[in-house]
């Protein structure tokens, strides 16, 4: 059976576009969760904060769910966030979020000029990202009383899970990443511990 995979950019990386006095600033970002876009923005926003613009695109997969979206931030509507997001299509990426900061130059460029700015802007970003193929697995939470702690690490550890977070309380969490292959024999192993895996 054919391994399915998926495409990352690696590293944070920037891009730069000028049209008629108008400067497009670009970045983009490695992003695993959409709780991760938020703060990214804002900190942005800080640090060009007389700018007029923060427009942005992402593509997630969190567990098994895409979250798409794309944002004008008050340009004309599907000018700024749409041709964003189609580079982050072109470049057939995911877990990726760029934002466009626009610095406005006195001159109106149109919606076909906007277009072109972002989609610019947005390409020069991703076209100096290295990009990683990765395998597609399955995301999963085990919650589990702390003093069965040690038989649940050995099976994770048996069946090579790559742990993504751990929380030690009385109820301790654990969020793993597996093969999607392995995952129902992973899930009836910790199943004779009386615990249940969840997707995610």
Known sequence: MAVETYRIIKAPTEGFY???GSKF????YPVEEVEEVKPIVEELKKQYH???HYCFAHIINAGNVQHIRANDDGEPGHSAGDPILGQIKSFDLVNTLVVVVRYFGGTKLGVPGLVH????AAEDALSKAEILTMEV????????????T???LRITNDFGVEIKDQ???ASCLLKGRIDPDRFAAYRDK?????????KR
Do not use: C, G, M, N
């Open 137 to 148: 697995k399955t995301d999963f939470t085990l919650d589990y009383p702390y003093e069965q």
């Open 25 to 28: 600033i670009s970045y983009a």
């Open 117 to 120: 700015a972002y989609k610019t």
């Open 167 to 169: 929380q030690y309380t």
């Open 18 to 20: 000028k049209e008629k």
């Open 50 to 52: 007389d700018a007029r």
């Open 190 to 198: 910790i199943a004779l511990l009386d615990l249940k895996v969840v």
């Open 150 to 152: 040690q038989d649940v």
